[in-house]
């Protein structure tokens, strides 16, 4: 198997990693297998999606999420917090009322200002306050959120998953008890239960989702 569009790091990376320790491996499926386990495993522990990708309300491609949001998420009148971030582009928004009824099309490129990239905050620009409603997904938002390879810490999250995967394949000949699975792009990988070495769970510390505002 490929590594999944998101993986945090590559075959290369990890192989080279593994050299180090003069380990020369053709396992190429077992790494693979592995940086994809780890990727799941650091989106798991960060209850965030971390690599940038499309999201979008239908239609969703390979690489691309499918995704609707809740009009009462709101953080105010003129405001609104995306669920992943950063935001990198925002390319089309229509609200609906409750009733999923009556779709209003926001122009984007006038109407909707990034308030904070980082946090993923947007603001609505005054002739657009009106036409807000509440209700459960009658949000409709084309968005690109995440990490890109260029983000500062971009290569941090590449070392985490390099090290994991590293001691994934290590030790895979002692833990093949208590397998369980992971969800990666809508399947299902199979990996060893175990917690994350300490050092990685405090890397992982600043890209977890905590309340932005």
């Not at 798991?44 to 009462?72: H, I, M, Q, W």
């Not at 971030?85 to 926001?106: E, G, K, Q």
């Not at 946090?119 to 036409?131: A, C, K, N, S």
Request: aromatic fraction near 6%; proline fraction near 5%.
């Amino acid at each position: 198997m490929a590594v999944g569009v998101h993986a945090l790091t590559t075959l290369a990376d990890v192989k080279q990693a593994l050299l180090r320790f003069g380990i020369e491996t053709a396992h190429d499926p077992e790494l693979e297998r592995l940086i994809d386990v780890a990727t799941a495993a650091f989106e798991a522990d960060t209850r965030r999606r971390l690599k940038s990708r499309v999201y979008k309300p239908s239609g969703a491609a390979a690489g691309e999420v499918n995704l609707k949001l809740n009009g009462d998420d709101r953080l105010s009148e003129a405001r609104f917090q995306l669920p992943e971030y950063p935001i990198t582009a925002v390319t089309a928004l229509t609200l609906r009322d409750a009733d999923l009824t009556n779709p209003t099309v926001v122009a984007v490129a006038t109407d909707v200002q990034m308030e904070s990239e980082e946090d993923g905050i947007l603001r609505f620009l005054p002739t657009v306050e009106h036409v807000w409603r509440k209700g459960v997904q009658n949000i409709e938002f084309t968005f690109t959120a995440g990490l890109l390879s260029t983000h500062p810490h971009f290569p941090l999250l590449g070392d985490l998953c390099v090290r994991m995967v590293k001691d994934l394949f290590l030790t895979r000949d002692r833990q093949r008890e208590g397998l369980s699975s992971l969800s990666v792009e809508g399947q299902s990988v199979s990996y060893v239960v175990r917690n994350l070495p300490q050092d990685v769970l405090d890397g992982l510390m600043r890209f977890r989702r905590e309340p932005r505002i």
